[in-house]
């Protein structure tokens, strides 16, 4: 059961859905090394697409290597590190021998300590001291890696924007910049939902700003969504029609982690046929379950900041009038580019073209519907 949507990991097979033009270009980009960056809000599919997209690419490129670098939940410059040292070392290494072999090889004077778990896996650790005077050569790895064994590397950084949160993010930014462009026969990706960051790195960074691909994404196409999530239903011998499909999106704004989780708890209180009452009561559930999380997530915000996410909520296009500011009590336009800014790095809300948008659509109902005293629409 849990298998028939996939809301929880990267979509892969026959999870993976439309893309096929966005595949194709980030796999070129792969194959030729030319650096690329993704960018989309949260739940867009920005890791399915890398991910499918390098196994494109390396089932045609033999000498190719792909590591994903994962920055979600890390705080500080030296972890980075090492996850970038045992992802790359992973991406060559085959057995526990030549991990052990790889990290005398590569890792000469620095000595890290390396464990393996019962699947296998392994990781590294490194003491804080050794990687602050190091941190020049751990940028370099890739390359040297490449460059020893004859191999293209492609590495991805996932939630670039989490670089923010370094204690100094514009120190690691500018080594990056300095060892990226001398890096040959290696590439980087940067995924990211935060444009404002992504954006200001790309134009300060001479190897991305003149030679990179820059992906926004679009939401997946409705019609590939709707086939998808029909055809589901149909293998289990269930119904869905094509304008409940719709509803399923509509409601969840296209993102696809809240479709897949909607099309679920909807698939399970289907018997035989799928009914509007049963997908709105299934996004109420979803509501519920969420209800906590986006309390605490409110109650850490500022007056002025609920204030900003109330016009933003209610269509403003334009919060900086003089009318728009007096409608939803915002102080000045100063207060709203503050909570403007603040928003947009915690990533509660995205900038989608020139419009100011609500990041997660349960937010924006919970907000709009249970949050504030009356309705906004």
Known sequence: MSKLFNYSNIAEGKHFIGREEEVKRLSSDFIFLTNSAVIAPCGWG???????????ACGKEKTLRFCRVDLANVRDEERFYELLSQEVLKSVSRTHTEVVDNVRKYFPGMTPKVSFDASGSFFIDMDRETIRKNRKELVDLPY???????????VCVDDFHAISRFSDPDDFLDLLKERWKKHEGVAYCI??????FVEKFIKS???????????????????????SLRDVFADSARYLDDELAELIIDKTEGNAFYTQQLAHISWMGTSVVCSREVILQSFETIVDQMDLVFRNITDSLTAQQLCYLHAVI???????????????????????????????ERGIVSNIGA???MTDPVYSYWLKNRYFNNPII
């Open 355 to 357: 419009k100011v948008c």
């Open 191 to 196: 995924s990211a939902s935060q444009m404002s």
């Open 314 to 344: 209610a269509g403003e296009t334009v919060i900086s009038t003089s009318e728009v500011l007096h409608r939803h009590h915002i102080t000045s336009a100063t207060s709203a580019s503050r909570s403007k800014a603040a928003l947009l």
């Open 205 to 227: 960074s001479q190897t991305f700003y003149r030679h990179s691909d820059i992906i926004r994404l679009e939401p997946i196409a409705k019609r590939d969504m709707i086939r």
């Open 144 to 154: 040297a890696v490449a460059k020893d064994k004859g191999l293209k590397i492609v």
């Open 46 to 56: 920005k890791s399915s697409l890398i991910q499918r997209a390098a196994k494109d």
